[in-house]
């Protein structure tokens, strides 16, 4: 089982980016994919969810409209689009699978993480 990350880096405030996670080694379409961060020094956050039904459920609201997430059943790939970057938004990106419906918590498979650096 792999869940791989990628699309971080340095972007300026208000720039975008738009991280992949890729799934192998498990059933792609019977798990939900969440997204978490982990800001330096800080814990990490939970930000959404995307369903086996393409449902979003966002867990943080300083996110709203500026994140999106889909997913493409057939590569077994999520992409997270990240608008509007702020500097708050600096953290180490994290992918993970949860069997059948999203929740905060709860997820069986992590992925190692992609850092996303938003500074002028």
């Known amino acids: 089982v792999q869940l791989q990350a990628s699309g971080g880096g340095l972007v300026q405030p208000g720039g975008s980016l738009r991280l992949s996670c890729a799934a192998s080694g498990f059933t792609f379409d019977d798990y939900a994919i969440g997204w978490f961060r982990q800001a330096p020094g800080k814990e990490r956050e939970g930000v959404l969810c995307i369903s086996r039904s393409d449902r979003t459920t966002y867990y943080l609201d300083s996110v709203k409209g500026r994140f999106t997430v889909s997913r493409d059943n057939a590569k077994s790939t999520v992409?997270?689009?990240?608008?509007s970057l702020e500097p708050e938004d600096t953290s180490v990106y994290y992918c993970a699978a949860k069997?059948?419906?999203?929740s905060p918590a709860g997820y069986m498979y992590w992925g190692q993480g992609t850092l996303v650096t938003v500074s002028s």
Do not use: A, D, G
Not at 79 to 83: D, H
Not at 99 to 102: D, I, K, R, S
């Open 99 to 102: 069997v059948y419906y999203c």
């Open 79 to 83: 992409y997270l689009q990240i608008n």
